[in-house]
């Protein structure tokens, strides 16, 4: 059953001149129609250079948005429509707009987990992958950084000379990670690496052995030659490592690290996603306008 539905996928995707683009987070399942499988940094930038005529982002909002405004010429299909992002909906445009207000003459740094309205405030987009290359590259001695406070500070503590003033958004499924779930997975793996996002909380940061984005945990785990890891971030990485690598092992640091909004999609969403051409995202042209100017600063400085 699942298999024929994969094939109608990918005979519809070839009939419709279609791409798939699925997020890290997704049901590992989706991988298997999905053209490019990664991290926020890399499907925008697949997102950016395909030809296709029809994207399907099986990711989040803020993900299928960026997509569109990189590529306002093609349909964008967000398969569930309520694949929100909590973090994202932590800020809003009036809200930006109050806290540039309050602090005037700062660049902005917008995480990518925002959305199309937020960035069209920002001067700089940035995803966990570049988020130090790109405040490194401001050149800036201080800059505001929305909304995520923890990789905020996380940049700010690696750039000790620049001064990153954060705003109080975080992500609820990283944020539940706590420091006694580290400690406990380490006292039952004792040889086992710490491989943690930037969006956990700092204390959890500390005692990890590597911090980076959803490719950069999955990429490390791939060329270490540790056999064990502890992976602290959402249960997708897992899924795919232990698919990938089935001599390693990789060790969920919380059963509740599970993202709600990225598990909307099912294959069959997928489906009809393509076949009746819905849930087309659009945004609206001035606010696109706008907002492409910090993802387009951002993939510039990530090329
Ligand atoms: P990545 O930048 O690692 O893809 O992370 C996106 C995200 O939403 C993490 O919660
Ligand atoms: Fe948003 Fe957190 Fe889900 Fe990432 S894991 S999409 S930040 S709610």
New binding site residues.
């Given amino acids: 059953m699942t298999q024929a539905l994969i094939e109608k996928i990918n005979k519809l995707k070839k009939d419709k001149n279609a791409v798939v683009l699925a997020?890290c987070?997704q049901h590992a399942e989706i991988d298997k129609v999905a053209d490019f499988v990664g991290d926020s940094l890399y499907l925008s930038q697949a997102a950016a250079k395909t030809d296709a005529d029809i994207i399907v982002f099986a990711?989040?909002f803020?993900?299928a948005e960026t997509a569109k405004m990189l590529s306002p010429d093609k349909k964008v299909l967000l398969p569930c429509k309520n694949?929100?992002?909590?973090?994202?909906d932590m800020i809003n445009l009036q809200q930006i707009r109050e806290l540039k207000a309050k602090n005037p003459n700062i660049p902005v740094v917008c995480y990518v987990?925002s959305s199309a309205e937020v960035k069209s405030e920002a001067d700089y987009c940035c995803t966990s992958s570049n988020a130090l290359k790109v405040v490194s590259a401001i050149g800036a001695k201080k800059v505001l950084f929305v909304p995520?406070r923890y990789l905020g500070s996380w940049v700010g503590n690696q750039l000790k000379d620049v001064e990153v003033i954060t705003y109080n958004g975080f992500?609820?499924?990283?944020f539940g990670i706590s420091v006694k779930d580290v400690i406990a997975r380490k006292q039952e793996n004792p040889d086992a690496l710490v491989l943690a996002?930037p969006?956990c909380q700092k204390e959890v940061v500390e005692l990890a052995d590597y911090v980076g984005s959803t490719t950069g945990i999955m990429k490390f785990a791939k060329e270490s030659d540790n056999k064990t890891f502890i992976i602290s971030?959402?249960i997708g990485v897992v899924e795919r490592l232990e698919r990938d690598c089935p001599d390693k092992k990789f060790v969920l640091v919380s059963q509740q690290a599970v993202?709600?909004?990225?598990k909307y999609h099912k294959l069959q969403d997928i489906y009809d996603a393509l076949l009746n051409e819905q849930n087309e995202i659009n945004v609206d042209e001035n606010i696109s306008k706008k907002a492409v100017k910090c993802i387009d600063r951002m993939l510039e400085i990530s090329k």
């Fill in positions: 997020h987070y990711g989040v803020f993900m694949a929100g992002c909590e973090m994202a987990n995520d992500c609820p499924v990283h996002h969006e971030t959402e993202c709600k909004n990225m």
